[in-house]
Each structure stands twice: as structure tokens, then as C-alpha cells.
């Protein structure tokens, strides 16, 4: 059974940190590149985050660039998102989700719709 289950959220003020956990298990980890997304409420799915890649290279948006962090724990099969400096605005359920490394480039393209698997997603909340 493909499972992604992430975890990590929870309650922080403003200008703290938390790391969030992505734990893959039922495929190929090695060959899949896994991306972080977040849906605030009331509001429709960024666009990925960060991403990392099978070849170990990594990615992330304008938007949280400086704050994010992505990194890969292959003997774990875990992805981690490391996010320091949060603002009431990063408020959101965080969920991975993993797409086959052949695939990455579509995914890019066409966002969350091109990614294989998805976990359930944790709650960040950032007070102000």
C-alpha cells in the first residue's frame, strides 16, 4: 500500500520554526521526486513549494525561498521541510506528494495534478 504521511504541523508564533515530516513507504522512494504543497483556508492549492529531486537537487519557490528548506533522508524514505521565520500568512494544511522522476518535468508544468501519490496533510497554524 502507497502511503505518504506527514508530520511536523502544529501551533507557532510568529517568527518560529517548525520541520514537517514526509514518510514514504508502499513504492520506489529512490525514484520519485517529492514535493510539499499548502492549501490556507478558504483558498485553492499553491503551486509546490519545494521539491526534491532523485538526483538530490532541490527547489523552492520565490515565496518561501530564504525561509523553506526541502532535504532527503533516502536510508529513511523521508522528506523533511524545514521552515524557519513563519508569518501568519503561512498558515495552512502542508501535504507532500510524490511524482515519478520521469515525470517531474510535466509536474512541474502542470502542478499538483501531475503528481502520482498524495499524504493527508498536517496543520500549520501561525499566530501573529
Known amino acids: 500500500e502507497v502511503q505518504l504521511v506527514e508530520s511536523g504541523g502544529g501551533s507557532v508564533q510568529a517568527g518560529g520554526s517548525l520541520r514537517l515530516s514526509c514518510a514514504a513507504s508502499g513504492f520506489s522512494f529512490d525514484d520519485y521526486a517529492i514535493g510539499w504543497f499548502r492549501q490556507a483556508p478558504g483558498k485553492e492549492r499553491e503551486g509546490a513549494l519545494c521539491i526534491s529531486s532523485v538526483d538530490g537537487s532541490t527547489w523552492c519557490a520565490d515565496s518561501v525561498k530564504g525561509r523553506f528548506t526541502i532535504s532527503r533522508d533516502s536510508a529513511k524514505h523521508t522528506v523533511y521541510l524545514q521552515m524557519n521565520d513563519l508569518k501568519p500568512d503561512d498558515t495552512a494544511v502542508y501535504s507532500c506528494?510524490?511524482?515519478?522522476?520521469?515525470?517531474?518535468?510535466?509536474?512541474?508544468?502542470?502542478?499538483?495534478?501531475?503528481?502520482?501519490?498524495w499524504g493527508q496533510g498536517t496543520q500549520v497554524t501561525v499566530s501573529s
Open positions: 506528494a510524490a511524482v515519478h522522476d520521469t515525470r517531474l518535468i510535466v509536474a512541474v508544468t502542470t502542478g499538483a495534478d501531475g503528481y502520482d501519490y
